[in-house]
């Protein structure tokens, strides 16, 4: 979405899960050599606030070029440190291929490595709320608050509640540890409890941090543990992916839906209509 | 003119350590925590009745240990006593207790800055060689440490409170292995000595 600078929307765009553009309910198509943007604007900002090149039509997202049109990058992916096929994964044939767009799963935008250290929290909530049509002051402010999560008073301690805030696994009521599906069911209710308390700081920060699958599953037990030093690195040095993903998390959000519903769990279906009761006819 | 302006940063930054850390201790809920009347196997960690042996076993090796004078807060923290023994065989029947080890499970507020924080005090149970990490005084790995994966420990809950009742080689133990998900309640009524 455009605005203009009365804060009044100028233009906003509808894109399917893998990045085509909708207008008037038809998926728009792309071709080489079009000059000029399929929906007859000059909007050149497009899936997910990245730039659309007006020549070949694809987008722009720092690291590689990405054709909305086919669902895929037009170049492999590529890591820091040699390897053959990086960030994959035997067991999910879908890592294997190095032009999928998030695993071919576009809605679950769950990366396959990574992790948020509270400036990537800061920085990402910045663009995401600019791009949705925050001013600066507003969205360095929200970024501040959202990265400002992780010192929160008991933010780190091991219980449910306080690990579902960064969407990890913690200790319940009954004294056992959560299992993933529980801490699931435990951050979705949070980011929803948090939405409708207005504490948008913290329901960016739990869907940030859902984003990374090294805290999805796990549970916190501080920095002598075994697996603190993978825990700090990846914080700190996220993968390309886990900042898109962790993006378009907090893009949703601040759209004002929850974005862990169709994650974890499919939105429940609609209570069947009650039969109408059977009228009783007056007696004359 | 740079030295000083760095001392200053750094003490400003020791400053803000210590604040939080302190505002980490400051204790959330002061309410105690029901003792297990069960064991809870899963996921991944175990949660134990108190006086009651629970037998370890990997490869060859058997080992034994239980949870005493558990006191716990609805917020995890609190304190416990273990002792633990490695079983031998001597004769086909019979056992000796050996390697016997105990000590005092003390569970803190965490303290610290994130991403640096840490748990003061005790939180591992030793059982001969090998080591478990507890989360809250009741709240036992069933990996080494702190470790999420399977290590191939097998556990299985006994109704022996002391020593000389534990049969390590009743047919009627239920022994449970590592699970990331799955949770297994068994009463004390339900086990073997």
């Not at chain 1, 553009?21 to 606030?49: C, R």
């Amino acid at each position: 979405m455009e605005l203009s600078s009365g804060g009044w929307p100028v233009w906003s765009g509808q894109f399917t899960p893998f990045g085509q553009e909708i207008v008037a309910g038809q998926v728009l198509g792309w071709s080489l050599g079009n000059q000029q943007p399929a929906d007859g604007t000059n909007m050149h900002y497009k899936f997910t606030g990245k730039e659309r090149d007006s020549e070949s039509g694809l987008d722009y997202f720092g690291a590689r070029y990405y054709a909305s049109n086919v669902g895929r990058w037009i170049s492999a992916d590529w890591a820091q440190k040699p390897e053959a096929v990086p960030y994959s994964k035997l067991d999910d044939p879908q890592t294997l291929n190095l032009y999928t767009y998030v695993s071919n799963n576009p809605l679950s935008r769950v990366d396959p490595d990574g992790h948020l250290e509270a400036q990537w929290h800061a920085l990402i909530t910045y663009l995401a709320a600019r791009n949705t049509g925050h001013g600066r002051i507003a969205s360095a402010n929200l970024a501040a608050k959202t990265a400002w999560v992780d010192f929160r008073h008991g933010s780190q301690h091991t219980d449910a509640v306080h690990s579902n805030w960064h969407g990890m696994r913690g200790v319940k009521p009954d004294g056992t540890l959560q299992s993933t599906a529980e801490s699931h069911e435990g951050t979705r209710n949070t980011v929803d409890n948090a939405m409708k308390s207005g504490d948008t700081a913290l329901a960016l920060h739990a869907v940030e941090d859902s984003a990374t699958p090294m805290h999805d599953g796990h549970a916190w037990t501080g920095i002598f543990s075994e697996s603190f030093p993978k825990h700090f690195f990846e914080d700190n040095l996220p993968t390309p992916t886990t900042i898109m993903n962790s993006y378009t998390n907090a893009v949703v959000v601040l759209d004002g839906e929850n974005p862990l519903r169709p994650i974890y769990e499919p939105a429940p279906p609609p209570p069947p209509k009650q039969q109408s009761e059977p009228k009783l006819i007056p007696r004359k | 003119m740079p030295k000083a302006r760095n001392s200053c940063l750094f003490i400003l930054f020791l400053a803000v350590l210590a604040g939080c850390s302190r505002s980490e201790q400051v204790n959330r809920s002061q309410g105690a925590m029901p003792l297990a009347q069960e064991f809870v196997f899963g996921p991944r960690y175990m949660r134990l009745p108190e006086g009651y042996f629970v037998l370890v076993r990997k490869g060859n090796e058997v080992g034994a240990f239980r949870l005493q004078h558990v006191s716990q807060k609805q917020d995890g923290t609190g304190t416990s006593m273990y002792e633990s023994f490695i079983l031998e065989k001597e004769r086909p029947r019979n056992i000796s207790l050996t390697n016997q080890k105990s000590g005092v499970i003390e569970i803190k507020q965490v303290r610290g800055i994130h991403p640096f924080t840490w748990q003061p005090g005790n939180n591992e149970i030793h059982v001969g060689a090998w080591k478990f990490g507890c989360l809250t005084p009741s709240l036992v790995n069933m990996s080494s440490h702190f470790s999420e994966s399977d290590d191939g420990f097998e556990f299985a809950p006994t109704a022996a409170q002391t020593p000389t009742d534990i049969k390590p080689f009743d047919q009627n133990l239920r022994w449970v292995h590592f699970d990331n998900e799955s949770r297994v309640t068994i009463p004390i009524t339900a086990v073997a000595k």
